[in-house]
Every structure is written in structure tokens, then in C-alpha cells.
């Protein structure tokens, strides 16, 4: 899977590369984990030193065979907005998965259905 990290206005510290691997992209990973899926994460900063609420978290994720995801999610600052960022795509990802799943399954028995890898 390729991770694209940037920031907009503002600059993407270690610490915070970290933050976004640690709480977005290993959460992540479990739906995009082929090679050809990708992430692309953006944290802006709107208003620049003027203040408020205008840190930004803009992800976009493509996998094979699956539509474009994207997310984007504002808060006062970057962790808040991360944080509901992946818990916005959770949900997606998740329900976009299960629909795959349900459809390739769909009229199959029960003990064969458990046996059909997801995609």
C-alpha cells in the first residue's frame, strides 16, 4: 500500500508523520492492504496564524476494484480532526466491504459463503 503524506500551509513534523501512521493509516490498512491500494492524507492549515477552527485532515483513498473514498474532517487542531477522519473512513471503508462481500455471496449457502475470501 502507498502512503502519501502533506501538509498545506503548514509543516509535517515527525511527531505528527507518526500520529498519522500510528492512528490513521494502521487502522486503515485492514481494508487497503493491497499493493496497489493508496492513501492519500493532507493536513491543512486554513487560516494560517490567524486561528481557529481551520486545521483540516483531507484523506483519500483508492483501492482496486473499489470507488475513490474521501474524507474530510475540521477541528481546531490537527489530532481531533485526524481522529474523526479515520473513524469516518472506518465506517465507509467498512460498509463498502461488506457490500462487496454481501454481493459475491449473495444465494450461496451458509458453510460456502464463509469459505469466499473478501476482496
Known amino acids: 500500500m ?11 513534523t515527525e511527531s505528527l508523520r507518526d ?18 491500494a ?3 492524507i493532507s493536513l491543512v492549515d486554513i487560516n494560517g496564524p490567524k486561528g481557529g477552527v481551520d486545521k483540516e485532515c483531507r ?3 483508492r483501492m482496486p476494484n473499489f470507488a475513490s473514498v474521501h474524507v474530510t474532517e475540521r477541528a481546531e487542531t490537527l489530532f481531533p480532526a485526524i481522529d474523526a477522519a479515520r473513524d469516518r ?3 465507509t471503508l467498512r460498509k463498502a466491504v461488506d457490500k462487496r ?10 458453510d460456502v459463503a464463509a469459505n469466499v475470501p473478501s476482496y
Open 38 to 40: 493508496e492513501i492519500d
Open 89 to 91: 473512513l472506518e465506517r
Open 59 to 61: 484523506v483519500t483513498v
Open 2 to 12: 502507498k502512503v502519501l503524506m502533506r501538509g498545506v500551509h503548514l509543516t509535517l
Open 101 to 110: 462481500r454481501d454481493v459475491h455471496t449473495d444465494g450461496l449457502p451458509d
Open 19 to 36: 500520529y498519522l501512521q500510528e492512528h490513521l493509516v494502521r487502522h486503515i490498512e485492514r481494508y487497503a492492504d493491497d499493493e496497489a
